[in-house]
């Protein structure tokens, strides 16, 4: 039984029949275990406050505590003028609000999130560092945040791929139906729906990629920077990451692009491509996924 079922059973075991709310992402939990029961009808309003003035009233007709319901945020402010006017007439009221998914507080931290740590899909962590950066990020970023899934810190070469090739072989699993998510460190806003939605299209597809469609028009230019050809948008994604490959396969990819030329090779996708003619299939990232990659960038990722 979670919380919010032993809530409505409560507000059940009270003899209330009719809540009153308006749904949200944070009091989805709520609404799930209301829609469990058939002892109790759930309204759902237009907007909260109407939530609020609807669950006095209910008080008010049936000598029992009036119940409503909204997510977090702007929300649950939104109950506050049915609050104030349950208050000073005494109608007795229980408002119920959404709160901050846990995985997403920052508590005392001083990190929002932990991201690949917090996931039950990730076992295992490799941390690629720069030269000489190994002691710091055992202690600065490992120990100091608690990051206990990683399993080896390495250091990194000198293009994408030499890091990425360092990381692949400490890799600590030699499980080959396993799968492998590469993700750039600049890019700290990875959530877990985005790992989750990876996760179910690596397994049909063998090699995913995350990305949005891309917002702008996109030209592609010559030389001399005049426009050439304007592709249609809708074919148009932005790549992200993290890229996501069975485990055998993204190995066998850099073993044979290690062993050959390789300098035109820009992602992890581009290597299975190449390497192993096995197509990727595109994901939805987020937008929120941002690359912090200037001084504007990390002001913006601060808000």
């Known amino acids: ?39 109790v009808h759930a309204h759902v309003v237009y907007h ?11 008080a008010e007709i049936s000598m029992k505590p009036g119940i409503a319901y909204s997510t977090g945020g702007p929300g649950a402010t939104n109950l506050i003028t049915g609050i104030g006017h349950a208050y000073y007439d005494s109608i007795p009221v229980i408002m119920l609000t959404g709160n ?9 931290m001083g990190i929002r999130q932990r991201g690949f740590q917090e996931s039950d899909i990730i076992d295992e962590m490799v941390l690629v560092v720069g030269k000489g950066q ?27 791929y030499d890091s990425v090739w360092q990381g692949l072989k400490a890799v600590a699993s ?18 877990n729906g985005i790992l989750k939605r990876g996760y179910e299209k690596v397994k049909r597809f063998r090699a995913c ?23 249609d948008r ?15 396969l993204i190995v066998e990819a850099y073993s044979r692009l290690m062993a050959g030329e390789h300098q035109d090779v820009t992602d ?14 595109m994901f939805e990232g987020s937008y929120q996924n941002v690359k912090i990659t200037t001084p504007e960038d990390l002001e913006i990722a601060e808000l």
């Open 1 to 39: 039984m979670q919380v919010t079922d032993y809530i409505v059973d409560f507000i059940i075991k009270k003899g209330i029949t009719d809540v009153f709310g308006y749904p949200g992402g944070s009091i989805s939990y709520f609404v799930d275990a209301l829609h469990k029961r058939e002892e």
């Open 48 to 58: 909260e406050q109407a939530a609020a003035f609807a669950a006095a009233a209910y």
């Open 100 to 108: 901050v998914n846990t995985y997403e507080r920052k508590g005392s």
């Open 134 to 160: 190994i002691s710091y990020a055992e202690s600065e970023i490992v120990g100091k945040y608690g990051f206990s899934k990683v399993s080896a810190i390495v250091e990194g070469g000198k293009e994408r």
């Open 174 to 191: 030699d499980e080959e139906d396993s799968y492998i998510f590469i993700h750039d460190g600049a890019r700290p806003f990875v959530d």
């Open 209 to 231: 990629v995350a990305g949005m469609p891309s917002k702008d028009t996109i030209k592609v230019v010559d030389d001399d920077g005049f426009a050439v050809n304007t592709p």
């Open 234 to 248: 809708k074919y148009v994604w932005v790549i992200q990451t993290p890229q996501v490959f069975e485990k055998a």
């Open 268 to 281: 992890d996708a581009m290597a299975v491509e190449r390497m192993m003619n096995v197509p990727v299939k």
